[in-house]
């Protein structure tokens, strides 16, 4: 099995959307959640989301293209850009048709699902936007990535509701350590923070029903009573280890095994007792001969409804046994909301930071605790601690389990 390796990351997150200010953010648990404002709706219950405001996709595309692309694939090119900036790849150094890219979405062009649909009811299908169509295609990004950069390897979308992002990277991981590519473009990207998407989720009573900000976005907290929506891209440039050694790049981490599972359980709900949670972690840490003891974090799906928390903590403790209350975990959701499928490719990148920065990030504003999830949950503030090992978790609807382990590449 040949070595994979993360040499760019490029984000846009409710927390920031430049590494070294995403990493001063985590460690300072700085909550990037703020109220609705650009959606009126009088039956709109939810008052709380994770937003990128300073986001300007002018920066990138013209007005033009603009206007031709839906958010999410504005939000996962503007992060696939600044990840291949921040590797220094130059993919003229590879055989083109073995560099892929493999970038997911939970839903794809939301935002111009809910305009066409508005457009057919009031003013009838001639007067549909002819790019409708590209337009909300899931596979848009990853097509545009490989378009804009000549990649003429395979183009994926893997799509797993809220495990999308993890999911895309894990493909990418296997496609280079089976041999498939040498380098891959992989993560996930989300904007589905429309009234269509948040009325959908509120009807099936899924959503935060805070009416403060500090009682919002609490995993693991006893009062926590549904997640908070958000948006947002997560992009990581993988490479062959001993490609990435011979040009020189910047290594963050290697990944060092990954697990996928379905639950076969509900459409919704996760099973409660959690095995098959546990199960994807287990075969991450065991792909490449690593034990439950080299774990010294896990960056939780910890979404802040009562089941998934629940279920998670109860994977950790089935997996973990004695050693449950031992490894430190944290849900960086409590600070960034929870981007469905883009979350698992922006905690990928949040637990990366730990491991090259030294630290585990909080979960902040757990303050009732809840007397059936009792483990190391890392409270309100971040913890200095060497990160040799890491775990990023994600969970969906259908069952879906994805994990991957990060480790840190020693010279």
């Excluded at 790849?89 to 809910?114: C, K, L, M, N, Q």
């Excluded at 183009?155 to 509701?161: H, L, N």
């Excluded at 007397?371 to 259908?398: M, P, R």
Aim: glycine share 10%; hydrophobic share 40%.
């Amino acid at each position: 099995m040949r070595r994979v390796v993360v040499t760019g990351m490029g984000i846009i997150s409710p927390i920031g959307s430049e590494i070294e200010e995403v990493s001063k953010n985590l460690k300072e648990g700085y909550c990037g959640i703020s109220e609705i404002d650009l959606l009126e709706d009088p039956d709109l219950k939810l008052k709380y989301w994770g937003y990128c405001y300073d986001f300007d996709p002018e920066g990138l595309l013209t007005r033009k293209e603009i206007g031709r692309m839906d958010r999410v694939t504005q939000l996962g090119l503007y992060a696939a850009k600044k990840a291949i900036e921040d590797s220094q790849i130059d993919f003229d150094d590879y055989d083109r048709d073995r560099v892929a890219t493999v970038i997911g979405s939970g839903v794809g062009g939301f935002d111009t699902i809910e305009e066409a649909v508005k457009i057919q009811c009031e003013k009838g299908i001639c007067r549909l936007n002819p790019l409708t169509i590209p337009m909300v295609m899931a596979n848009r990004t990853a097509n545009e990535v490989a378009i804009r950069y000549g990649l003429h390897g395979e183009s994926q979308t893997p799509v797993a509701a809220c495990a999308t992002g993890t999911n895309a990277i894990l493909n990418g991981y296997r496609a280079i350590k089976d041999g498939y590519a040498d380098c891959v473009i992989s993560g996930g990207a989300e904007a589905a923070d429309t009234l269509l998407g948040i009325g959908s989720f509120q009807q099936i009573k899924a959503l935060s029903k805070a009416e403060s900000l500090d009682r919002a976005s609490i995993p693991f907290d006893a009062e926590r009573s549904g997640f908070v929506p958000a948006e947002g891209a997560g992009i990581l440039v993988l490479e062959e280890y001993e490609h990435a050694l011979k040009r020189g790049a910047k290594i963050y981490a290697e990944i060092a095994g990954g697990g996928i599972t379905c639950d076969a359980y509900h459409i919704t709900a996760p099973n409660p007792d959690g095995v098959y949670v546990a199960k994807a972690m287990e075969n991450a840490i065991k792909e490449r001969g690593h034990s439950l003891e080299d774990i010294d974090y896990i960056n939780a799906h910890g979404t802040s409804t009562a089941k998934n928390d629940q279920m998670e903590t109860n994977a950790i403790k089935y997996l973990f046994k004695d050693r449950a209350k031992d490894v430190a975990i944290s849900s960086t959701k409590s600070m960034t909301g929870h981007l469905l499928g883009a979350a698992g490719a922006v905690e990928a990148i949040f637990t990366i930071l730990a491991i090259r920065d030294s630290f585990i990030p909080p979960t902040i504003n757990l303050k009732v605790p809840d007397e059936e999830l009792d483990l190391n949950y890392t409270a309100n503030k971040a913890v200095e601690k060497e990160v040799n090992y890491a775990l990023s978790n994600s969970c969906a609807f259908g069952g879906s389990n994805v994990a991957l382990l990060f480790k840190k590449v020693e010279d």
